[in-house]
């Protein structure tokens, strides 16, 4: 599995928790980002703190040493333990906070992940165990055991964790697998993926013929589903900065070509190899969620389920984009002045933007990330 992804900026991402259960305790090791669980975000109605008007608070907060933010924690723990949920059969259990561990103060401008040690005794009737939290504390992963017998949760919205027993892991039925990862898959698209959104969007803008539009998209799905394998099964370890730069470029790249290749009925190799070698970028990036998530039981199923998703969430970018300028402007005469070109202008402007922000020379616009 690929270790931990380094997230840039002040995007929300999910936070990550290992649970150890035995027959007299669960032991739940968790990796998050602690200033903004003790800032008061609710991070189920913002993607980047920046959008909460706690930012200020929770920005200095990441300015704070590691003793300092550890005695911050300690102060705000029971009101965070409140939005907490661990469950055996009908029992609350009490949750102890243990061993903090918080890394020295880097840039301020990249998230810095923390390890929680949470503790809770078990009752002696042998009840599974069941672990969640409030939504307003985001989106949490939830990983039992190891390798083919490991059971592994991506929860959102407040939702539980299936009953995980004292012996094994939790069991999950395919379908419940396949739901899972085309949800999670669609999500990463629409409408976390505004990247990806871009991109298609400019895959869009080059031809409203279906042949051209069918061969960028069969190239974008293959190569994207071979790195995000490859990359999951970790025999490719991306560095997460470089690659994020890169789809920037790609963005950039394919909405320039849109501008100055002229109007298309057809599609050349050349485009379609530099698709497909911009799908494999895509797949990296794809999979630095994936590799946190775990893939445990039914890895072949949930890599297909997640592309599903992924290609579900692009066919409707496609479908809405059709739909709203295809359709009714298509055969304009002002199609490709009024649109194609200002749209894919706009579209290179904010890949040129993400460039200089990813490689940090220009700070962040909260509706750009």
Do not use: C
Request: hydrophobic share 50%; aromatic share 8%; proline share 5%.
């Amino acid at each position: 599995m690929v270790g931990a992804v380094t997230v840039s900026a002040h995007e929300v991402q999910p936070s990550v928790s290992d649970v150890i259960i035995t027959e007299s305790e669960v032991t739940i090791t968790l990796t998050t980002a602690i200033e903004p669980l003790i800032a008061g975000l609710n991070l189920d109605e913002i993607t980047d703190t920046n959008d909460s008007p706690l930012a200020g608070f929770h920005d200095r907060l990441r300015a704070l040493p590691p003793a300092e933010l550890s005695t911050a924690l300690t102060e705000a723990w029971p009101g965070i333990a409140e939005q907490i949920t661990l469950r055996a059969g009908d029992t609350d259990l009490p949750i102890v906070l243990g061993e903090i561990d918080i890394p020295d103060v880097g840039d301020v401008e990249v998230r810095r992940d923390s390890s929680l040690t949470l503790t809770a005794d078990l009752p002696d009737d042998g009840t599974p165990v069941v672990f969640g939290w409030d939504a307003s504390l985001g989106g949490l992963i939830v990983r039992q055991g190891d390798g083919e017998s490991s059971y592994d949760a991506y929860l959102t919205g407040g939702a539980m964790t299936d009953a995980m027993p004292r012996e094994g892991v939790a069991e999950q039925t395919l379908g419940q697998v396949i739901a899972r990862y085309v949800v999670s898959g669609f999500d990463h698209i629409i409408p976390k993926g505004l990247d990806h959104i871009l991109f298609v969007l400019g895959l869009f803008f080059y031809a409203l013929a279906w042949r051209p539009m069918l061969w960028q998209v069969t190239a974008f799905t293959a190569a994207h589903t071979v790195t995000l394998a490859l990359a999951t099964l970790g025999y490719v370890q991306p560095t997460m900065w470089i690659i994020e730069t890169l789809i920037a470029l790609s963005i950039v790249w394919i909405a320039v070509e849109n501008v100055i290749g002229g109007p298309k009925k057809e599609i050349g190799w050349p485009r379609i190899a530099v698709v497909f070698g911009f799908g494999l970028l895509h797949g990296l990036g794809f999979a630095s969620v994936l590799s946190e998530f775990g893939l445990g039981q039914h890895f072949v199923a949930s890599l297909i389920s997640f592309n599903i998703g992924v290609e579900i969430g692009q066919l409707a970018v496609i479908a809405t984009a059709f739909l709203l300028l295809g359709l009714p402007f298509g055969s304009k005469p002002f199609y490709r002045k009024a649109i194609v070109i200002p749209g894919s202008l706009i579209i290179a402007a904010i890949g040129t933007y993400w460039v200089f922000n990813r490689i940090g020379l220009v700070g962040d616009l909260p509706y750009l990330t």
